[in-house]
């Protein structure tokens, strides 16, 4: 069974760049935990902190409540699956996946046993004796997984092995990964901008930008109700609605924005006078046809001229803009007869005020508090 | 022909021509046509007791030749003085006084006894002459039958005379073997030393201070060897800084004797060919993934396994061709062991210079260097084989 990670108060500067500012969290034995932001945000370093290669500035590293501080990459139960794999070229499968028990002393029979269970689990059974540069991109993904499995890891750390991967095989290895990790019991700390990978395989995920993990929560939490327009905008595709706050009560607040005034749910206590934006999906946007009664219209509407449709298969995305403001986004499912939809028309969108947030505006809201 | 045709597509005549020119120049020019006339020439010899018989005899009819010439002066000169009595008693100082004019060297004293010697006397001593004269033809005629026996025997034959010498003669062949065993050494030395400094170059050391090193590594190169060597010598000679400062620190009582077997050759050499072995080596490390490094690390192992199944695995090409690159260098060295070996630690480059130079036998020299060839030509292969590299591998 995997062990807890905690990372207490938790600062990396390189020189005068901060590339972790204050990371403070306790990653659950046996989670599967995803760190999820743009290149250059500080996921890297902190999976780095926690394999050992680097020492925090400031704070501590604990893993199963020891402090890491002083242990090499060499001496910590964790092991890394690099972004390149890095497996070594010059040896056979089996030797790869067999590295980290020869590096313990474990006799070549007893190496090779282990390397075949190894290999069964991750579907290569008769590759053993193969190099690794014989094998395809997916083989070899299930090769590096499959090496530093073998050294019982109670934290397997993984710093974007899928993204030299094709769509397809993506999908199917993060299916399998996860799949591992539920049969395994390993925690596992899994590092990727792509959002993608850290909905669908995460137990929890954390959002970072620039150094500072901005919302910690389960992958559904984090897709609909983001603490932060950076989460907002990063975690799969938001239609923003930049204004000011007009009023704010009972939980909702109401923007006035070069689409009108719009009204929102608000959680993060914006009041009147706020700078703020308004983020709705664009699957919770609805097209209108006029229809609707005073009772059935949702709380916003925009009037706007479609500018062009985007056939994605099951769904279209229809962009839209309205008189004055930004183009938009909607997602309408594929079922139904989208050719009236040609450019320059005018149509009406709308989405309820339960489906949109109000989020602050990153710099007005620091410089507010 | 279908590959010169994809040449000049490629790169055009001139260019082709100038690329086909230059490699048959190279091969033909540099690499075989040397080879094969060293070849040809150690395979050739001549018996060098005939050869010395040859010059003997031709020596000696030389001076047969010189007698007869001599002789037939002094035969032209005393039938001149006797037609002179037999005409009427010409002054007899006349002719005397011609003979010095003609020869200021030739004996007066002889021509003085012939002016006082009576006709009869001139005859019997003409007739003495004459006899001497045809001794020496008989002589030369005997001589030239003796030179062409032993310029047949003096003729250079092909065999294999001059590689049974290097057998044969135990202080040549003990230097062969010593000069290849030395070599080896200051090989193992070389990358022993090196292959540490070529993973700091390559993969620990910050840039700029790997740029520094690798100033500090190429800077004594811009000296002349033969200078670098002569400053070990002041390094390592009994009278020199080494020395002195431990005498003055009373670590040793007497000088140490450094260039007494080849240890202060393999100290040169180990630093004269520290760069051949280096850049292969880092070349090699510099291509290794730095994440190869941190896996192996990650996965628990400690600094000597990395090297032993990650780093050292990789750099084996670059590993082979510095040490054969060093190997090399170091048995073809002439300048290091003439400088700063001792009495004792004598270079087989130096045996093969001789045979040249001192014993103008070129036969036995081209055996010799022939020998040194193939023997490197056999190290070459024995790394390869040892390090499972291909040529190709060497190539890149």
């Known amino acids: ?369 | 022909m279908g590959a010169v045709q994809d040449f000049v597509r490629r790169y055009g005549g001139v260019m082709t021509a100038y690329i086909f020119a230059g490699c048959g120049i190279w091969m033909i020019g540099m690499i075989v046509l040397p080879q094969l006339l060293m070849l040809e020439k150690s395979l050739t010899y001549s018996d060098p007791a005939a050869s010395a018989q040859v010059a003997q005899i031709q020596a000696r009819t030389d001076g047969l030749f010189v007698q007869i010439t001599r002789a037939e002066r002094d035969i032209a000169r005393l039938q001149d003085r006797l037609s002179a009595i037999e005409a009427g008693e010409a002054d007899p100082a006349a002719g005397s006084g011609a003979a010095t004019l003609l020869n200021p060297f030739a004996s007066p004293s002889q021509a003085e006894d012939a002016a006082a010697a009576t006709p009869e006397e001139l005859r019997a001593e003409i007739e003495t002459l004459q006899a001497r004269i045809a001794e020496a033809r008989a002589q030369i005629a005997a001589n030239d039958a003796e030179l062409a026996d032993s310029q047949a025997a003096a003729q250079p034959q092909y065999g294999l005379y001059n590689y049974e010498e290097l057998v044969e003669n135990d202080l040549n062949r003990a230097i062969f073997f010593k000069t290849i065993w030395a070599s080896v050494l200051v090989t193992f030395v070389c990358l022993v030393v090196c292959y540490p400094i070529a993973f700091y170059l390559a993969k620990a050391a910050p840039g700029e201070q790997a740029a520094l090193l690798m100033l500090g590594l190429i800077v004594p190169y811009w000296i002349n060897e033969i200078l670098r060597t002569f400053a070990w010598l002041m390094l390592l000679s009994d009278g020199g800084v080494i020395n002195d400062l431990l005498l003055w620190l009373g670590v040793v009582a007497e000088p140490i004797r450094w260039r007494d077997g080849s240890g202060a050759v393999i100290v040169g050499m180990t630093y004269a060919y520290i760069l051949f072995m280096v850049f292969p080596i880092y070349n090699t490390i510099d291509t290794l993934d730095k994440n190869q490094i941190e896996a192996a690390r990650d996965l628990g192992a400690p600094w000597w396994r990395i090297h032993w199944r990650v780093v050292i695995p990789h750099a084996k090409p670059g590993i082979a061709v510095g040490c054969i690159m060093t190997f090399m260098l170091a048995a073809g060295s002439y300048a290091v062991p003439l400088i700063l070996g001792g009495t004792t630690s004598k270079w087989f480059t130096e045996v093969i210079y001789d045979a040249f130079n001192e014993g103008n036998d070129w036969g036995l020299g081209s055996a010799y260097a022939f020998t040194l060839l193939v023997t490197c030509i056999l190290f070459i292969l024995a790394m390869m084989r040892l390090f499972k590299v291909n040529l190709q591998d060497i190539a890149k």
């Open chain 1, 1 to 369: 069974m995997g062990m807890d990670v905690e990372l207490d108060r938790v600062t990396m500067r390189f020189g005068d760049f901060t590339a972790v500012r204050n990371a403070d969290l306790t990653i659950r034995s046996g989670e599967f935990f995803s760190f999820l932001g743009p290149s250059g945000c500080g996921k890297t370093t902190i999976l780095r902190m926690v394999s050992g290669f680097i020492e925090p500035s400031e704070g501590f590293v604990r893993i199963g409540g020891r402090d890491m501080a002083g242990l090499g990459p060499n001496k910590r139960p964790t092991a890394l699956i690099f972004q390149n794999l890095a497996l070594f070229p010059l040896m056979k499968v089996w030797e790869n996946i067999a590295f980290g028990l020869e590096v313990r002393g474990i006799g070549k029979a007893a190496r090779r046993k282990r390397a075949e269970e190894l290999l069964d689990l991750i579907a290569l059974t008769d590759q053993a004796d193969k190099l690794v540069t014989e094998l395809s991109g997916g083989q070899r993904q299930r090769v590096a997984t499959a090496r530093a499995l073998a050294v019982e890891p109670e934290v397997l750390l993984l710093d974007e092995p899928l993204s030299a991967l094709d769509l397809k095989l993506r999908q199917h290895m993060r299916a399998e990964l996860r799949a591992i990790q539920k049969k395994t019991g390993v925690t596992f700390i899994y590092i990727t901008h792509d959002q993608g990978e850290a909905l669908t395989m995460s137990d929890r995920i954390g959002v970072m930008s620039q150094g500072v993990i901005e919302q910690v929560g389960a992958p559904e939490e984090v897709y609909s109700r983001p603490h932060t327009a950076f989460v907002a905008t990063f975690v799969g595709e938001n239609n923003p609605f930049p204004g000011r706050v007009d009023e704010a009560r009972e939980g909702y607040a109401v923007l006035e924005t070069s689409h009108g005034r719009l009204r929102a749910v608000n959680r993060e206590g914006l009041r009147a006078g706020d700078e703020a934006s308004i983020f709705v999906r664009p699957e919770r946007c609805q097209l209108l046809d006029g229809a609707e009664t005073a009772g059935s219209a949702p709380d916003n509407t925009l009037l706007t001229a479609v500018e062009r449709v985007d056939l994605e298969g099951a769904y279209v995305n229809l962009f839209v803009r309205g008189d004055q403001g930004r183009s938009l986004i909607v997602h309408l499912t594929n079922d139904r007869d989208l050719t009236g939809l040609a450019p320059g028309r005018q149509v009406t969108i709308g989405f309820a005020a339960d489906a949109a947030v109000a989020l602050p505006t990153p710099g007005a809201a620091a410089a507010a508090a």
